[in-house]
C-alpha cells in the first residue's frame, strides 16, 4: 500500500485562458494506439515539438510524485515549487494523485497557464487492483489462468481510468528466484516463459486494442532489468549475471512485452554487471530501443537517476544526468536531475538535441496515444467515478481470480472438502479473520480493512447448524500498520512474545471436528523494501501450530504469504495445506469456495518452495553443472545436510481429484532446425469429480553452445477434465520453441538432442526424446 495524500494546490484565482492549442481534434481519430508506430500521431508529434522551448522540452521529461516521501528518500522540493513549475508547463508527467477531482484540478493548472497547454500524463502503482483488490500478482500467477488474469487487468484498467489516471506501472516482469526478496510477490515468480505469457496477459488487459478508448490505461513493463535477480535477495542489490543470463533469462519477457505493444518501460535500481540499469546504455538504446525497435517511453524509477552517486557511478546529480540521458533513460521521475542540469548539459555538448527530442517525442506519443491532446479532461468524469469503482461485478470477477489462484500443496488424509454438514470448525490464527492482510502490500486504493475474513467466508459458507469457533490465538505483529501510517516509515516488528492466546486456541481445537489455521505473513512483509532472511513462521505462530495440532490432528494450515515460505514442518505434520497468498477483496469468500468444495483447486507454484531458506535462490531451471547431485558421494553439487530438490516445486498443485498422464508420443522424431513436430499425452481424470489441470510441456536442449537448463518450461494448456474423461492434448514444436541465445550471439536453434517432458508440474517424469538436424 502506498498511502496517497492528495496534492491540494492553493487556490488558483488566475484568469482562465481558454485551452484551444492542441486540440488537433481531426487527427486523433480512432488511431491505432500502443507502441507501433502510426503515422498520423507521429505527424502531430512533430508538430508539437516543432514548436517547444527548450525549458518545455525538458520540462516534458520530468515526473514529479504528488505526495511527498512515497517511495524513497524525500522530495526535497515542496508544492510551491511544483506548482510553479506545472504553470509553467515544465511537468510532464505526475504520479501519486488519484480521484478525478484532485487530477482535474491538477491538469487545470498545466491547462489554464502554460504557454503550450500539453496536458499532463498521470500514472498510479496499479498492481493488484485500484480499489477492488484482485489477487497478489504471484498468487494470480500461480492460476496459470491468462484469460482471467487479462480481465483482472482488465477491470483494474477501468476502476483506474474511472479515477482519472492514465498510466500504471505495471506489470512487473521481473524473473525472481529468490524468496528472501520481498518483491517476489509482484511478478510471475521464477520462469521466464510464464512471466512471459502473464506480463503479455496483463499488458493486454490494461491497455486492450486502444489506449485512446476511455477503459484503457498505459501499462509499464518493469524493471529493466534484472531487478529480480539481486544477490543475496536484498533489494535493490547488485546483479551479477552474464550475457547468456541477460538474454536467455531476463530479457524474454521484456520481448514479449514490447512485441504485445507495451506503451512504457521503468528502467530499475539496480546495477548490472557494474553498470546501474538508468544509466545503461546497451539495455536501453541497443537492445529496447535498437535491436527491438520500440518506440514507447522509458521512465526512471523513483530517483534512480539520482542514487547513481551513491551507486558510485556518477560524480554528482548533473553527471547522472548526463550518463542517464545518453543511457536512453526518457523520464525522470521524482530525481530532479533533468530539470537542473538538462540545459547546460545540452550547451557543453554532453547531451545532443536528437536525443533530447526523442525522448520528448516518446512522451508526446504516448500523450497522443492516450486522446489527451484531443481532451486533456477525458478520464475525468464524476458519474464514470462514482459508477465503476468497487462495483459488484468487479468483486464477482476478484471473487473468480481469487479462487483460481489458490494451491492445494497437501491433501494426504483427504481432509478437504470439508462438508458444509460439519457439525464445529474453528478457525484459529493471527490471520484467521483479518480483513486487511488479504489485501496485500501493493494495493492501490484498497480500503483499509476492507478485504473478506476468512472467518467471514466459511460463515458465509455454513447455516446455522455448524458450530464456528474463533480464536485468534498470537498476534503476528506488534503493532500493525494502522490507516493513515506511511508504512514505509513504520517498519513491523515480529518479536511478538505473548502466548497467553494459545491456550484458548487449543481449547476451541480440542471441541471441533477441524481446524482451520491462518497462518503466514503480514502483508506488509512482502513488497518493496521487505527482503527477509527467515521465510518461516514468524512470531509465536510456529507455537500455536504445534498447540492446536497436539489437540486435533484434523488441522487445514491456510496460508497467507506473499512469498514461498519454509514449510518443512507442517508438510511434514499437517494433513492439508492450502496456498492462499494475498487474495485480495473477495479473499474469505474465495478460499471457503474451495475448502466446501464449490471450487475444485486448480492452482499450481509459479515459483519452487524450499525445504530450507538456505537453498535460496532456488529455481527448477538450474544448470545440471558437471556434478549432478549423487546421495551416495560428497563431492557432487549439492547440500549435504539436505536434499536439493523442492519441498513444493515449480508448477506443483493439487486436485480434489487426480489426474494421469499416458502415451506420450510425437509425430516425428527427428526435425530440421525450421521444421515441427507435434507431441501429444492423454491425460485422464482418474478420480470422481470434475477438475482443471494445467497440462506442462518441458523441454531440455542436451548439448549446447551455452549449457542449457536441466528443464525448461515451453508451454502450457489449463483445462477443464470431466470425472473419468481422457483428452488428448498436443503441444507444438518448433523455431520458436528451442531457439536460445546462442554462443555466436543471436537467437538460434542448435542441432541435437532433445529431452521433453509433459505433465503436471516441473518434476513430470513422462519423458520421451527428439532430435534436431540442420
Ligand atoms: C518502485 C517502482 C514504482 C515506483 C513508483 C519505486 O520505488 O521500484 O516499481 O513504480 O516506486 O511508485
Known amino acids: 500500500m502506498k498511502k496517497r495524500n492528495l496534492l491540494i494546490f492553493p487556490l488558483l484565482l488566475c484568469v482562465v485562458i481558454l485551452f484551444n492549442s492542441f486540440k488537433h481534434k481531426d487527427l486523433n481519430k ?66 501519486n494523485i488519484s480521484s478525478v477531482a484532485s487530477i482535474r484540478e491538477t491538469q487545470k493548472i498545466v491547462m489554464e497557464h502554460s504557454r503550450l497547454k500539453i496536458p499532463l500524463v498521470f500514472a498510479y502503482d496499479v498492481i493488484h487492483g485500484y480499489k477492488t483488490i484482485f489477487p497478489i500478482p504471484l498468487g494470480e500467477s500461480a492460476s496459470w489462468d491468462l484469460d482471467i488474469i487479462k480481465k483482472s487487468a482488465m477491470i483494474a484498467a477501468k476502476e483506474t481510468a474511472a479515477s482519472g489516471i492514465q498510466w500504471t506501472f505495471a506489470p512487473m516482469i521481473d524473473v525472481s528466484r529468490d524468496a528472501r526478496w520481498g518483491r517476489i510477490m509482484e511478478g510471475a515468480g521464477e520462469d521466464t516463459y510464464l512471466n512471459s505469457v ?119 546529480k548533473k553527471h547522472a544526468a548526463e550518463l542517464a540521458l545518453n543511457a536512453g533513460s526518457d523520464m525522470d521521475m521524482e530525481s530532479y536531475a533533468y530539470e537542473a542540469h538538462l540545459a547546460d548539459l545540452l550547451q557543453e555538448h554532453k547531451i545532443t538535441i536528437e536525443q533530447l527530442d526523442d525522448a520528448v517525442k516518446r512522451v508526446l506519443r504516448l500523450k497522443f496515444q492516450l486522446g489527451l491532446f484531443d481532451d486533456p479532461y477525458k478520464y475525468c468524469d464524476v458519474d464514470r467515478e462514482k459508477n465503476e469503482v468497487y462495483t459488484k461485478e468487479n468483486l464477482e470477477v476478484s471473487r473468480d481470480v481469487a479462487k483460481k489462484s489458490i494451491v492445494l500443496l497437501k491433501n494426504e488424509t483427504k481432509l478437504l472438502p470439508l462438508s458444509k454438514t460439519i457439525k464445529s470448525i474453528a478457525v484459529i490464527g493471527p490471520l484467521a479473520d483479518s480483513k486487511d492482510t488479504p489485501l496485500g502490500n501493493w494495493r492501490a486504493k484498497g480500503t483499509y480493512n476492507s478485504a473478506v475474513s476468512l472467518l467471514e467466508g466459511v460463515k458465509n459458507s455454513l447455516d446455522k447448524n455448524t458450530k464456528v469457533y474463533y480464536e485468534k490465538g498470537v498476534d503476528l505483529t506488534i503493532p500493525t500498520v494502522k490507516p493513515g501510517d506511511n508504512q514505509f516509515l513504520h517498519p513491523l516488528e515480529f518479536n511478538t512474545t505473548d502466548v497467553s492466546g494459545i491456550s484458548v486456541a487449543v481449547e476451541v ?26 521465510i518461516g513462521f514468524l512470531g509465536k505462530q510456529q507455537e500455536l501450530l504445534e498447540a492446536v495440532y497436539n489437540v486435533n490432528k484434523n488441522v487445514v494450515i491456510v496460508l497467507m504469504n506473499g512469498r514461498p515460505m519454509d ?45 530450507h531458506v538456505g537453498q535460496e535462490p532456488l529455481y527448477y531451471n538450474q544448470k545440471n553443472t558437471g556434478r549432478p547431485y549423487n546421495r551416495s558421494h560428497v ?22 481429484t487426480t489426474f494421469e498422464y499416458n502415451n506420450l ?74 531457439q536460445f541465445y546462442t554462443a555466436n550471439k543471436i537467437w538460434e536453434v542448435e542441432p541435437g538432442a532433445f529431452n521433453i517432458w509433459i505433465g503436471g508440474s516441473s518434476i513430470a517424469d513422462l519423458k520421451t526424446k527428439f532430435e534436431v538436424t540442420e
Request: hydrophobic share 35%.
Open 567 to 611: 514449510l518443512s514442518w507442517s508438510a511434514d505434520n499437517i494433513p492439508s495445506i492450502l496456498e492462499c497468498w494475498f487474495l485480495g477483496s473477495e479473499s474469505g469468500n474465495a478460499i471457503s469456495d474451495v475448502l466446501f468444495g464449490d471450487y475444485n483447486p486448480s492452482g499450481k507454484l509459479p515459483v519452487s518452495f524450499p525445504r
Open 30 to 95: 480512432n488511431t491505432n494506439t500502443n507502441s507501433h508506430p502510426n503515422n498520423e500521431i507521429e505527424n502531430r508529434v512533430d508538430s508539437v515539438l516543432s514548436l517547444m522551448h527548450l525549458n518545455e522540452k525538458i520540462g516534458q521529461l520530468v515526473q514529479y510524485s504528488g505526495k511527498w516521501n512515497a517511495t524513497g528518500p524525500s522530495s526535497t522540493n515542496g508544492d510551491q515549487y511544483k506548482l510553479e513549475k506545472l504553470k509553467k508547463g515544465e511537468v510532464g508527467s505526475m504520479l
Open 509 to 534: 481445537a480440542k471441541k471441533s471436528e477441524v481446524v482451520l489455521l491462518a497462518i503466514g505473513e503480514n502483508a506488509y512483509q512482502t513488497g518493496e523494501g521487505r527482503s527477509q532472511t527467515n
Open 665 to 738: 508420443k510425437l509425430d516425428q522424431t527427428t526435425i530440421t532446425k525450421t521444421g515441427e513436430l507435434n507431441a501429444s499425452v492423454d491425460v485422464t481424470n482418474s478420480g470422481q469429480i470434475d477438475g482443471e489441470e494445467v497440462i506442462q510441456l518441458y523441454i531440455r536442449d542436451l548439448v549446447g553452445s551455452i549449457t542449457r537448463p536441466v528443464k525448461e518450461l515451453k508451454g502450457f494448456k489449463k483445462i477443464m477434465i470431466k470425472a473419468g474423461e481422457t483428452q488428448t492434448i498436443t503441444f507444438k514444436i518448433n523455431a520458436e520453441t528451442l
Open 198 to 316: 502473464i506480463g503479455v496477459a496483463r499488458i493486454k488487459g490494461f491497455q486492450g486494442d486502444d489506449l485512446a478508448l476511455p477503459h484503457t490505461i498505459a501499462a509499464c513493463a518493469k524493471h529493466f532489468a534484472g531487478y529480480g535477480l539481486g544477490e543475496s535477495g536484498k533489494d535493490y542489490n547488485t546483479v551479477n549475471i552474464g550475457e547468456h543470463e541477460l538474454h536467455n533469462v531476463v530479457l524474454p519477457p521484456f520481448k514479449a512485452a514490447t512485441d504485445a505493444g507495451v506503451a512504457t518501460v521503468m528502467n530499475a535500481f539496480n546495477e548490472i554487471d557494474g553498470i546501474p540499469a538508468t544509466a545503461n546504455k546497451m539495455l536501453q538504446r541497443d537492445i529496447l530501443k535498437g535491436d527491438w525497435n520500440w518506440n514507447g517511453l522509458v521512465v526512471s524509477d523513483w530517483g534512480s537517476i539520482g542514487e547513481m552517486k551513491a551507486h558510485g557511478f556518477a560524480k554528482d
Open 635 to 656: 563431492t557432487y553439487s549439492g547440500y549435504r545436510d539436505s536434499p536439493k530438490s523442492a519441498l513444493y516445486p515449480f508448477g506443483f498443485g493439487l486436485s480434489y
